[in-house]
């Protein structure tokens, strides 16, 4: 080879390899310039009453099908989520078993708006134990073979207090008491009836028919005439104002929707 024809080919290499190396400098970039332009994925903290364990399940995918913000859940009883509301647990929005927990944050300021009730949760008599079967009037939890009864505390659950309602209303507290068994929450409690180590006990539909217990024993619905309606109430809290307060509002108003009401009653609530 030529000196000259030698020379061409160098600057034929030295072409190319410039090329290659603008195009690994472009591509990179490109690439910081698109994590610098995608604005940070939103993310929020739900505090859910444990009757709803499953069913924000399917709002949280149902929400995330258009709007990709991460929603993260603590779950546990209403009484148990206000009080570590009021002591400043980072909530944005809280879905409550009832509506009076969500109001007394509101009266104590902790919200940034009034709640409002989403839906009414129906309360039922399970058991997972073969041979027993729940009846409405609720006369079989005197029988001898029922020796343990599982109730959620009426303090701090309102499933836990409407079936102490209506086992006052029926004159049987007093004659059961001796066979109770409270669960910190619903959770805990359902998780007594499920698990055998209580022969029976109370709990809401939503968790009977979640796809997680369906076919597990039997149950009954009781009569809503027989205890003050639970009605459930969310809260948007005060916390998301100082944080990604749009996003808090985009799901706060997600869980009023008809795309919301429509799983409500898929998981049993009823819906007006």
Do not use: C
């Not at 970039?29 to 903290?45: E, G």
């Not at 009021?86 to 940034?112: C, E, R």
């Not at 009836?193 to 709990?203: L, M, S």
Request: positive net charge.
């Amino acid at each position: 080879m030529s000196d000259k024809a030698g020379r061409q080919a160098l600057l034929a290499y030295w072409i190319i390899r410039k090329k290659e190396t603008m195009k690994r400098l472009f591509f990179i970039l490109a690439m910081i310039l698109a994590v610098l332009q995608s604005p940070a994925q939103s993310r929020l903290t739900v505090a859910v009453a444990a009757n709803m364990q499953y069913t924000i399940k399917a709002l949280i995918a149902a929400y995330n099908k258009t709007d990709k913000t991460r929603i993260d859940v603590v779950i546990g009883a209403s009484g148990a989520l206000t009080q570590q509301i009021m002591h400043g647990a980072p909530f944005d929005i809280f879905v409550s078993a009832d509506k009076d927990f969500p109001q007394k944050l509101a009266a104590a300021n902790f919200t940034l708006e009034p709640p409002k009730v989403y839906a009414q949760g129906i309360l039922v008599l399970w058991s997972a134990k073969p041979g027993i079967h729940p009846a409405g009037d609720l006369k079989m939890l005197l029988a001898p073979g029922i020796r343990s009864i599982a109730i959620a505390n009426p303090t701090t659950a309102p499933y836990g207090s409407a079936a102490e309602e209506i086992l006052k209303k029926y004159r049987l507290y007093d004659k059961i008491a001796a066979k109770l068994v409270k669960g910190e929450s619903i959770t805990q409690t359902s998780q007594f009836i499920a698990t055998q180590n209580a022969d029976i006990g109370f709990t809401a539909k939503a968790i009977v028919i979640a796809a997680e217990m369906k076919g597990k024993g039997a149950w009954v619905a009781l009569n809503s005439k027989d205890y003050t309606p639970i009605e459930q109430s969310a809260a948007l809290l005060k916390y998301a104002g100082g944080h990604d307060a749009a996003a808090a509002r985009r799901f706060y108003n997600f869980l009023y929707s008809a795309a919301a009401k429509a799983i409500y009653q898929q998981f049993g609530y009823i819906v007006k």
